[in-house]
């Protein structure tokens, strides 16, 4: 791996000398693939190579910023900084600031993954090419995950313990990373699908939908039920504005998953292992119940406006946890990690994020309405998922999330401000922009 490392490094600096939009594009292409060599070539909690590609993402960032900063509107500033800035306060009196310093730090890579989108997006063009830079991406991870399932090479028994559930994580160090990012890449998968079916059949349609089934089929072998429901109120909303067929689908495709064992045996686990006594084997939701309800009742009143600082549910679970155990859980729910770190204008913040970024989505409605809808429902279902999972700590899912909700914000403020000012957009030096000979 540290043979790997080097050359990579040599080429990431050059390439950042010489175009810092390819290196973005770089960055997407191959980054979720190369997961493992990010997670073999890590020493301590800065060190290592993924540490180097966030740094070089932020300054990245930075440096376009430097270039041109009318390009980023202030509604995309207003939607992240605050959130920001109630991290870096957190941050101040966490109960163990070094681990939070580096999980702080892949939140402003985040932050600028979604800000370098406005800058390789000038209009929908632009925007679908930077659509197949992320499904690009999932070539590989699916080739990978493929492989895992037809030799039984499951999460746990990858990681030595005993396999019980049979999830695959395929390159990610975790079954849940795959399983979101996968949601992803069907919405992608799917809009191309639409869109070409739309003017006239081809091979590229009926290769995006063979690429279908094996996206459904690594999606159900995460075992993962929230991005199953994610998955599920996307289609949702797409049958209810476009198309209502798919309101049958999704009514007969589940009846039709409770005749496989381990598909009904993941739903029915739910109803078994529900109350919290001693020895007593809790299913994955009532312990997440419990967790909740254990951290929010320790809770001091006079905590709830500025919390126990980044990382102070997982700090103090061991103290508060009814269950007893000297082992750190996160809080497997956003709003309840925020709540308990930052207070309540941490929650406040993040979810305005998600409402800033739909008015700005909001705007232009008519110009590509279905690439929007599909954002609008990615959204609602990332804010689905927050409710049962450590989503701030999924760095490679909330790299490809929020570039893509970047790139949708920068197709509509860039059309926008062609409609205002008549002056399209510039895309010069832009790798995504189409040449116009």
């Known amino acids: 791996m540290l043979f790997v490392a080097l050359p990579v490094l040599i080429l990431l600096g050059l390439t950042f000398y010489i175009d810092q939009k390819a290196l973005v594009a770089v960055i997407i292409l191959f980054r979720a693939a190369a997961d493992p060599i990010f997670e073999n070539t890590r020493f301590g909690n800065f060190t290592g190579l993924g540490g180097m590609v966030n740094l070089a993402i932020i300054a990245i960032a ?20 605050p959130f920001l800035c109630l991290q870096f306060i957190g941050l101040l009196h966490a109960p163990d600031a070094y681990p939070e310093a ?35 991406s999932s070539v590989p991870v699916m080739i990978i995950s493929i492989g895992y399932i037809l030799n039984g090479q499951a999460y746990s028994s990858l990681n030595g313990a005993e396999t019980v559930s049979e999830r695959y994580a395929g390159p990610f160090p975790h079954p849940n990373i795959l399983a979101f990012y996968t ?24 290769c995006a939908v063979l690429y279908m089934m094996v996206l459904l089929i690594v999606l159900y072998s995460t075992k993962t039920r929230s991005a199953w429901l994610a998955a599920a109120v996307m289609f949702g909303i797409y049958g209810i504005i476009f198309e209502r067929r798919y309101l049958i689908y999704l009514c007969l495709l589940p009846a039709l998953a409770m005749l496989v064992p381990e598909f009904r045996d993941r739903i029915f686990d739910l109803n078994q292992g529900n109350v919290a006594v001693q020895y007593a084997r809790l299913n994955s939701f009532a312990w997440r119940q419990l967790a909740w309800q254990d951290g ?38 956003v709003l309840v990690q925020l709540f308990f ?97």
């Open 341 to 437: 770190d930052v207070g309540v204008f941490g929650v406040t913040t993040y979810l305005w994020m998600f409402i800033a970024c739909f008015g700005m989505l909001r705007k232009n409605f008519r110009v590509n309405y279905m690439l929007k809808i599909f954002a609008t429902a990615l959204l609602f279902g990332y804010l689905i998922i927050s409710l049962s999972d450590n989503m701030l700590g999924y760095l490679v899912y909330n790299w490809y999330f929020w570039f893509f909700i970047g790139a949708a914000c920068a197709m509509v403020s860039n059309l926008q401000r062609q409609t205002i000012t008549g002056i399209p957009p510039s895309g010069v030096g832009n790798p995504l922009r189409a040449n116009p000979g």
């Open 183 to 206: 949601t992803l890449i069907i919405a992608l998968n799917f809009y191309f699908i639409k869109r070409g079916v739309n003017y006239l059949m081809s091979w590229k349609v009926l």
């Open 102 to 136: 580096r999980q702080l730090l892949a939140q402003v890579s985040t932050f600028a993954m979604f800000v370098a989108a406005f800058y390789l997006v000038d209009d929908l063009p632009s925007m679908e090419r930077a659509l197949r830079l992320i499904l690009g």
């Open 296 to 333: 929010l009742q320790w809770m001091e009143p006079i905590r709830y406006f500025c919390g126990y600082g980044n990382g102070g549910f997982f700090f103090y679970y061991p103290i508060f946890n009814s269950m007893g155990g000297r082992v750190n859980f996160g809080a497997h729910n």
């Open 62 to 81: 930075f440096t376009l910023v430097l270039k041109d900063p009318k390009r980023v509107p202030r509604q995309a500033w207003w939607a992240w900084l």
